[in-house]
């Protein structure tokens, strides 16, 4: 065959007058080009097939959506009652149908959505051409340069010193064996920086991905509104950590993997034409038989080749849910210890170890054989035919010198091609094997690609308010109306719904006189049910109000949607802008708030006072910090610790639930803020340390917002109360002393009353136990 094709490229080049060398190169890039269009073709096929099918369904939920919009249409003409009652049926259809966007499943294969990620994210890692990325990137590539014209120069050397011992030239092979060690050394160093290059390319890429994040992470409450109000990512410490460190080396060691290679297998190719043309052999049917086997292969591994990038993704996910089991032992530990619950949180850490486990399983099983396909296209057929393509110039020489030579010269001559042929083809060997190896490192890259890009499209899309997340529409609460009557209010009529996802439509003003107002505000959570259908109210500087109600009936809820931590879904809110007053902390704060288990943050106790203001920053002594701490009765705290407040410790395992609670209203002091938000914040406290604590934050000129059932020994700090029923009814008016004391003293009474009742049941069921001892062990 080889002999046919050079005897046509003759030929052809005596009749048109074309040398043999252009006419060699046109055949080799017409038959290449038609190769990469082959491969192409297939994929083009599927893009075009891919983009008519969505435009095929894009106009058929166009078509349908008219349909179903001019349906509903008559049916509100013909009975406006009746659409009315089934409106929330269908929303609730609508809804449940719609499911996130991260529930669905992301792309992880090798296509236009991956490359358009990974350019993204290139940019985050590369921002410049004159940075330090782009300068270790050059570095890299000179590297690569220098080790691939060494191991081009050592193939040679090695065939040198083959020559010199079939002559049997002593001083030849041991000038040519100095040589050799005078080469080790810059070859050796070579490899080794190409390793440190790498390493720090990935170290770099790193850092640029994780300040990138974090930037997206920790701003606009991006880090509570990704856990608490989208459901998409499901936590995202596995993605901020390992993912992000995975997605900088994978794409630092592709570089290297992709790069070296094809280098080396350019300049082999061109060292093996060379030797083969001066050996008297034709250039072109080595190298394209070459090409047209590892083409084959390259195919046949491609279709055999498992999901590479689906099993890293699914991998990495279920090692996230392992890692979120154990992180809820230890933030609940307590919980989990007072219940004696080790049992079940042994059964959640087995089932997602288990998971794990069996997913590995799955891989290495699809690995076992694949590996083992690989390793006998790569190793065994790719070798029959290198040893064929090295033989062909010897076997089948072209000039007649070359059959004619079987001299001592014309053996070494010989001995010294095969050598540094056998040794240049082992090179190539590695290079393309690396390179198919590559395939299966850029499918794990589109792996973590899709999760990073995935974390980073939700970042963005939460901080523009645009959440995704099971929601519970068609439930509605009854509230009661001005004449008694029990009135329903669906949660369809409150919120507005495009494509399942309910559409923001609040506005949030800033208040010129410093008030906090909510004008038909909903109170909505987060799966989007509606605790309370309207609330209006408006509190002014000094207006103290008290906020109280069974559980689940809004009150926390209330603070939340004020502090701007959920969206406004209706209605108008009006908060005080900041008015460039300074304290202790800097410019004074509008809004703080306190919740009922304050956080502790790492660090001194001075730290726990000033959260979450910096310490090398703050204008304030350490007396003043101490004067606070007398304000909550907690100095000697400060005093018993041997370095004062420079201590460090665990406090939120330290410190009691009643001191945490004091240190977090010495905090709220050192803030001073215009509006004090407080949540349960003293349930913990006695009354007497409660009632100086509220006392100072008066004198403060703090307005108290307060959530609490200890009506009766607060109410003598605030002005106004706000009451929920529970039902999504409310009422705002003033608190009078008087009124509160009757109903503590109505509610007294009323136990007093169903105290008999009590006691006589608890008697029933004595007798009971007494008949039958053993019912109940």
């Not at 003409?77 to 609508?94: I, L, Q």
């Not at 190719?269 to 072109?284: N, W």
């Not at 499918?443 to 939700?458: P, W």
Request: charged content about 20%; hydrophobic content about 40%; aromatic content about 8%.
């Amino acid at each position: 065959m080889s002999s046919v094709f050079s005897k046509l490229i003759d030929k052809t080049s005596e009749r048109y007058g074309i040398r043999q060398e252009r006419l060699t190169k046109g055949v080799v890039g017409l038959v290449t080009t038609l190769y990469l269009l082959k491969l192409g073709y297939p994929y083009l096929n599927q893009v075009a097939a891919q983009a008519k099918k969505k435009a095929t369904s894009l106009c058929r939920d166009i078509s349908d959506h008219r349909h179903t919009a001019s349906n509903n249409n008559n049916n509100n003409v013909k009975d406006d009652g009746k659409a009315r009652n089934n409106g929330a049926a269908s929303a609730g259809d609508e809804a449940s149908s719609s499911l996130p966007a991260g529930n669905k499943g992301i792309g992880t294969g090798l296509d236009r959505e991956f490359l358009a990620r990974l350019l993204t994210l290139l940019k985050i890692m590369i921002p410049g051409w004159r940075t330090k990325e782009a300068a270790l990137l050059t570095s890299v590539t000179l590297a690569l340069l220098a080790r691939t014209f060494l191991s081009v120069y050592v193939a040679t050397l090695e065939g040198s010193i083959v020559k010199r011992i079939v002559l049997r030239d002593g001083w030849g092979f041991f000038s040519m064996l100095i040589r050799w060690f005078g080469i080790a050394l810059p070859a050796t160093f070579v490899n080794s920086a190409i390793r440190y290059f790498e390493g720090r390319l990935a170290l770099s890429f790193r850092g640029r991905l994780v300040k990138h994040a974090y930037n997206m992470y920790l701003s606009q409450q991006t880090y509570y509104r990704v856990s608490a109000l989208d459901s998409r990512l499901g936590g995202a410490e596995q993605r901020l950590t390992d993912d992000l460190s995975e997605l900088a080396s994978s794409v630092a060691h592709l570089y290297t993997s992709l790069t070296k290679p094809l280098l080396d297998c350019a300049l082999v190719g061109i060292a093996l034409a060379s030797f083969s043309a001066r050996m008297g052999s034709r250039t072109v049917p080595g190298p394209l038989l070459a090409t047209a086997v590892i083409g084959l292969t390259g195919q046949v591994l491609r279709l055999a080749s498992p999901k590479f990038g689906q099993l890293v993704a699914e991998e990495a996910s279920r090692r996230g849910r392992l890692r979120q089991a154990h992180a809820r032992v230890s933030a609940h530990a307590e919980e989990i210890a007072f219940y004696g619950g080790q049992d079940a949180e042994l059964r959640h850490l087995n089932s997602a170890y288990d998971s794990l486990v069996v997913h590995v399983r799955r891989v290495l099983k699809l690995k076992l054989w694949y590996v083992m396909l690989e390793q006998f296209l790569m190793k065994y057929v790719w070798s029959g035919t290198g040893l064929f393509v090295i033989a062909l110039p010897v076997l089948f020489p072209v000039t007649s010198a070359s059959r004619a030579s079987n001299d001592d010269t014309g053996v070494s001559e010989r001995t010294q091609y095969l050598t540094t042929s056998k040794y240049l083809l082992s090179s190539g060997a590695d290079a393309v094997e690396r390179l198919m190896s590559s395939y299966k490192e850029a499918v794990a890259l589109a792996g973590y690609t899709a999760r990073v890009g995935e974390m980073l499209d939700v970042f963005k899309d939460t901080a523009l308010c645009k959440y995704q997340k099971g929601i519970v529409v068609g439930q509605h609460r009854p509230i009661t109306g001005n004449d008694g009557i029990e009135v329903t209010r669906p949660s369809e009529n409150i919120l507005h719904f495009e494509d399942g996802v309910p559409q923001i439509r609040g506005i949030v003003r800033e208040s010129t006189d410093g008030s906090i107002g909510l004008t038909n505000v909903p109170i909505v959570t987060p799966n989007c049910e509606v605790i309370v259908p309207s609330l209006t109210l408006r509190i002014q500087p000094g207006d103290h109000l008290l906020i109280t109600g069974p559980n689940g009936c809004g009150k926390s809820s209330l603070f939340r949607i004020v502090s701007g931590l959920w969206p406004v879904y209706g209605g108008e809110l009006t908060r005080p802008k900041e008015t460039g007053e300074f304290t202790y902390a800097g410019v004074r704060p509008t809004l703080f708030y306190i919740p009922q288990r304050p956080y502790m943050t790492v660090g001194t106790l001075r730290d726990q006072i000033i959260y979450p203001s910096d310490s090398t920053k703050g204008k304030y002594t350490d007396e003043e910090l101490l004067h606070l701490l007398d304000l909550v009765d907690l100095r000697s705290l400060a005093e018993r610790e041997a370095e004062g407040l420079s201590s460090r410790n665990d406090w939120d395992s330290t410190l009691s639930g009643g001191e945490k609670q004091r240190l977090a209203m010495a905090r709220l002091f050192f803030h001073a803020p215009r509006y004090a938000l407080l949540d349960e914040c003293t349930s913990a406290v006695s009354l007497e340390a409660e009632g100086t604590i509220y006392e100072a934050a008066k004198r403060m000129g703090i307005t108290l917002l307060t959530v609490t059932h200890r009506v009766a020994s607060l109410s003598k700090f605030h002005k106004l109360i706000l009451r929920f029923d529970g039902e999504g009814g409310w009422d705002l008016g003033p608190l009078n002393q008087s009124d509160v004391q009757v109903k503590v003293a109505n509610h007294d009474q009323d136990m007093d009353k169903e105290e008999p009742h009590h006691h006589h049941r608890l008697q029933e069921l004595r007798d009971m136990l007494a008949k039958d001892p053993v019912g109940i062990s």
